[in-house]
C-alpha cells in the first residue's frame, strides 16, 4: 500500500448515512439505545427515530490500532470502555463533546479490514447495520442492550441506491437553462472491442456504456439534449464518433473510459481525465475529476492530463476522455462491478457537466 493511498485513506471519512436529522437539545439523552457487536462482525445499533448518524474511519496510527466509530447526538451519561476479544481491542462510548455520544471500535494492530467495502444500512428509522469484519477465529458477541427492540414498521432503507437517497451534497445536481445545451456522450469501445478486460472478465464496453445511460438519464432530467454515440453494443470506430459529434454543434463532447494496467496489475488503481487543449477543456475535465474523485475514496488521483486521443483531439467543442477506474486494479475493479458505484460515477460526471455549464457556458 503506498504511502499516498494511506493518506488518501485517513482524509477521508467512508461511511456515511443520513436520515432525516432531528436536532436535538444539548441536554438531551442519547440517542443510541442498544449496539450489538455480533459474533458475524456485524455491528447492530438501535436509535432514537429520525437519527442522524455519522460513522467514520481512521487507519491505525502510533497511538491507536484502525478505529471505526459513529457520533450519535445526545449526550452520553457514563462514558465507559469494554474489553475486545477477538481482532477487537476495546470498545469505548465517550462524549467527544458537548450533548454528543461517540462509540469507537478500536481493532488490534494486526487485524486487516477493508473499510473500503463498508456499507452502513439503516434497515428502519431506529436501526441499522454494518458488516465490519470477517471473523477467522471465533468472536465473542459484545454489546448493551437489545437492538431489536421496538422495532417499528417503517419503509426499509435497505438498498443504497443513492440515485433516491437525499442528504448527499455530491447527489444534488445543479440546475442549467433548460433546452439550451447539447451534450454528446460517447462510450467508448463496443462490439467486438470490448476494451480493457479486467478481473473476473469485466469489460470496458460494458461498464462505460451503463454509466453512459445514466449519465444521458441526468443530464436529460436537467433539460440538458444529450446524444449518445453508441446505444449498445456495436462496432464504432473513432472517426464516425467525431464526424457524428461535429454534427450535432453539441457544447461538449464526453468520452467515458475505463483503464487497464500494462500487466495487469492489481495494485495500480485510479482515475485521471484527459482534454487536448484550451481553457474550457481543462476546466470541464478539472471538474469532472473532482467529481468521480469524491465518490472514488482511496482511488488515486491520477491528475488531469493532456492527451492526444483521436475522439478529444479532433472534436471541434471543448472534449474530454475520462478514465473512470481501472478494471485491472483490485481496488476499482471491485467498486465497478457494482451498479450502485457505477450509478455514483454516472452521478460525478453528470454534476462536472452540469457545473460546468452552469458557469463557464
Ligand atoms: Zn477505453
Redesign the pocket.
Known amino acids: 500500500m503506498s504511502k499516498v493511498f494511506k493518506n488518501k485513506l485517513l482524509r477521508y471519512l467512508y461511511v456515511f448515512l443520513f436520515l432525516n436529522p432531528t436536532i436535538l437539545p444539548v441536554n438531551s439523552s442519547s440517542a443510541l439505545a442498544a449496539w450489538s457487536l455480533n459474533s458475524n462482525g456485524v455491528l447492530e445499533l438501535r436509535t432514537k427515530s429520525n437519527t442522524n448518524l455519522k460513522a467514520y474511519f481512521q487507519k491505525s496510527n502510533q497511538l491507536y490500532g484502525d478505529r471505526f466509530w459513529v457520533d450519535f447526538p445526545g449526550e452520553l451519561k457514563n462514558p465507559r470502555t469494554l474489553k475486545g476479544n477477538g481482532p477487537i481491542k476495546e470498545i469505548r462510548l465517550g462524549k467527544p463533546k458537548r450533548g454528543k455520544t461517540r462509540l469507537v471500535i478500536e481493532f488490534k494492530e494486526e487485524t486487516y479490514l477493508n473499510p473500503l467495502t463498508w456499507r452502513m444500512i439503516g434497515l428502519n428509522q431506529n436501526s441499522w447495520r454494518i458488516k465490519l469484519f470477517k471473523p477467522k477465529y471465533a468472536f465473542k458477541k459484545i454489546g448493551e442492550g437489545f437492538v431489536e427492540k421496538k422495532v417499528e414498521k417503517f419503509k426499509v432503507n435497505r438498498n443504497s441506491n443513492y440515485l433516491n437517497k437525499r442528504g448527499h451534497d455530491f447527489l444534488e445536481l445543479p440546475n442549467v437553462k433548460e433546452n439550451k445545451f447539447s451534450v454528446v456522450i460517447d462510450p467508448?469501445?463496443g462490439g467486438p472491442d470490448p476494451?480493457?478486460i479486467g478481473i473476473g472478465g469485466i469489460r470496458?464496453t460494458d461498464v462505460v456504456l451503463e454509466v453512459s445511460k445514466i449519465v444521458e438519464k441526468l443530464l436529460s432530467q436537467k433539460g440538458v439534449k444529450v446524444t449518445l454515440t453508441r446505444k449498445n453494443e456495436v462496432d464504432l470506430d473513432l472517426p464516425p464518433r467525431v464526424s457524428f459529434a461535429n454534427k450535432t454543434n453539441a457544447d461538449i463532447f464526453v468520452s467515458i473510459?475505463?483503464n487497464a494496467s500494462r500487466g495487469k496489475r492489481r495494485d495500480i488503481n485510479g482515475l485521471e481525465t484527459f482534454y487536448f487543449k484550451g481553457w474550457k477543456g481543462r476546466s470541464l475535465a478539472k471538474g469532472i475529476q473532482k467529481q468521480i474523485l469524491r465518490v472514488s475514496p482511496g482511488s488515486p488521483d491520477r491528475g488531469v492530463k493532456q492527451g492526444r486521443f483521436y475522439v478529444i483531439k479532433n472534436t471541434k467543442m471543448p472534449a474530454v476522455l475520462v478514465e473512470i477506474g481501472f478494471l485491472t486494479g483490485r481496488l476499482d475493479a471491485r467498486r465497478l462491478e457494482k451498479p450502485t458505484h457505477r450509478k455514483r460515477i454516472a452521478y460525478a460526471i453528470a454534476k462536472g457537466i452540469l457545473e460546468y455549464l452552469s458557469k463557464v457556458r
Do not use: D, I, S
Open positions: 467508448g469501445h476494451g480493457a470496458e473510459h475505463a
